[in-house]
């Protein structure tokens, strides 16, 4: 996940985006909606880290 | 499905689970901060709480979502809502009101609440398609809402009082809005999908939809706390 700058002024953009943050490892961006979201002063992410476990049976007549 | 030996039927069953998780940039420490199957968290604008939606998969509770308001690190937590396909919306600019969507068909309803649970209200339906995004005017005396155009892959705009009062129009095949600058002079929003995806602007006095980046795909965009600049993320290859 990386974050961009994008300078603005007045509504017109004022040079290209910038990288603001790199988050230094993966995460879902979706999961039944958006999976994240950062902080307007970029110092917090919220995260969701979906899981769980799924078994596989075979019912069988004797 | 059947064994193609004949020898009985396969079925898988299982449970899902999750966490949601807080990052703290500046000290590079990552926190659980809800242990429940939880997604779509929204950070309030002063960083101290978030929203968040539970997801039931299990017995007769499934498809039913619960929709949370907690403190950033957990505590504190307040159900606002139970229902069916809920959705979180957007913070007030004070972070003590907010919106949240029911159901993702033709008759999506809005709802504002404080972020105590108090005062819960739907504002009248608007459009008669999906709800995208709902944002407060900043001095909070408005709120626009998007709702997916009748051309593919754009959302109109309404705006209503927070009390569901004055609806209107406001306009036609532009994007789903994010937030608002402070002047209230603009709005920014994206549109997701399509050849016109991207993000974009909204002059409110004259009522232009502008695309600002052309191509770029993201859940919307923010300004920063200062207003000089916006900020968007992107997936990086692999996550």
């Known amino acids: 996940m990386t974050i961009y700058r994008q300078a603005w002024k007045d509504g017109t953009l004022v040079g290209a985006p910038q990288i603001a943050l790199k988050v230094p490892f993966a995460f879902p961006t979706e999961y039944q909606g958006n999976a994240y979201d950062f902080s307007r002063d970029l110092s917090t992410i919220v995260y969701a880290r979906p899981g769980g476990h799924a078994d596989l049976y075979l019912l069988s007549q004797k | ?239």
């Open chain 2, 1 to 239: 499905m059947p064994d193609p030996g004949g020898k009985g039927i396969y079925y898988v069953n299982g449970k899902s689970s999750g966490f949601l998780t807080v990052y703290h940039v500046h000290s590079k420490e990552s926190r659980d901060i809800i242990s429940e199957d939880a997604t779509q968290p929204a950070i309030s604008p002063d960083g101290r709480r978030v929203m968040y939606v539970t997801i039931s998969t299990g017995g007769r509770y499934v498809g039913r979502n619960e929709l949370w308001v907690s403190d950033i690190d957990g505590s504190n937590k307040v159900k606002i809502a139970t229902g069916e396909e809920l959705s979180t919306g957007t913070w007030g600019p004070d972070s003590s009101n907010l919106s949240f969507a029911e159901g993702t068909d033709a008759r999506s309803k809005t709802y504002i609440v404080a972020a105590d649970g108090s005062g819960l209200r739907q504002l009248p339906l608007m459009g008669t398609t999906t709800i995208g995004g709902e944002i407060w005017s900043p001095d909070q005396k408005s709120i626009y809402v998007s709702t997916l155009g009748k051309k593919i892959a754009t959302f109109d705009i309404w705006r209503s009082n927070p009390d569901g009062s004055n609806v209107e129009k406001f306009l036609d095949n532009c994007a789903s809005v994010s937030d608002a600058d402070p002047s209230g002079r603009y709005l920014l929003g994206a549109l997701y999908s399509g050849e016109k995806s991207g993000i974009y602007e909204v002059s409110v006095s004259d009522k232009k939809c502008i695309q600002l980046l052309p191509g770029v795909v993201t859940f919307g965009a923010i300004f920063a706390r200062d207003a000089k600049s916006f900020l968007y993320a992107l997936a990086s290859p692999g996550g």
